[in-house]
T-cell receptor
Framework: DAKTTQPPSMDCAEGRAANLPCNHS???????VYWYRQIHSQGPQYIIH???NNETNEMASLIITEDRKSSTLILPHATLRDTAVYYC????????????FGKGTKLSVKP | GAGVSQSPSNKVTEKGKDVELRCDPI?????LYWYRQSLGQGLEFLIY????????KSGLPSDRFSAERTGGSVSTLTIQRTQQEDSAVYLC??????????????FGNGTRLTVT
């Protein structure tokens, strides 16, 4: 699975869009990009995933560059409850359950 | 609907005792996963079940750790002769299809194990 690189921390003002970047320059053609987040004292929560095309759901949007070497998770209107650690993970066909969560980005949404 | 349920939510045990941690996955989910998270650390994979079999148990740290799944549903993680370094939050997840690439994992809120 691809190694991913994320900034350790980011701040965002409440109500503004939060844009969280992820570099995955070694990603292979069959690897999906998954995003999870972990709010303090809770288990990780699935957000969104994609392969090549941009994706949107009720939680977020995922923008994947054409060369697939990087992606951005967008929370369109961040709230205080979005404060969490966000993990970007590349998952290939060989993966069973061994997800490498890494250190993620600690997003702090401030009033 | 009901999510992944883990019990107990907290467990304090003395060094050397055995503990059992339980996971009830989302109904109908065929895949089940165990992870652990030590204080301030990332998530560490332990074992993956597809149905009742475990095609990947590579993350179990020692032979004191074992897990089983019965009826394609409930799973139990057992730690024998607990040590202080076993203290962590033990997280269970399930997914509707086998393999983390094919469908998202849904996590429970974990069991916080403290070994004194």
């Amino acid at each position: 699975d691809a190694k991913t690189t994320q900034p350790p921390s980011m701040d965002c003002a409440e109500g503004r869009a939060a844009n969280l970047p992820c570099n995955h320059s070694t990603i292979s053609g069959n690897e999906y990009v998954y995003w999870y987040r972990q709010i303090h004292s809770q288990g990780p929560q699935y957000i969104i995933h994609g392969l090549k095309n941009n994706e949107t759901n009720e939680m977020a949007s995922l923008i994947i560059t054409e060369d697939r070497k990087s992606s951005t998770l967008i929370l369109p209107h961040a709230t205080l409850r979005d404060t969490a650690v966000y993990y970007c993970i590349g998952i290939g066909g060989g993966s069973q359950g061994n997800l490498i969560f890494g250190k993620g980005t600690k997003l702090s949404v401030k009033p | 609907g009901a999510g992944v349920s883990q019990s107990p939510s907290n467990k304090v045990t003395e060094k050397g005792k055995d503990v059992e941690l339980r996971c009830d996955p989302i109904s109908g989910h065929t895949a089940l996963y165990w992870y652990r998270q030590s204080l301030g650390q990332g998530l560490e994979f332990l074992i993956y079940f597809q149905g009742n079999s475990a095609p990947d148990k590579s993350g179990l740290p020692s032979d004191r750790f074992s897990a089983e799944r019965t009826g394609g549903s409930v799973s139990t993680l057992t730690i024998q002769r607990t040590q202080q370094e076993d203290s962590a939050v033990y997280l269970c997840a399930s997914s509707s299809l086998g393999g983390a690439r094919n469908s998202p994992l849904h996590f429970g809120n974990g069991t916080r194990l403290t070994v004194t």
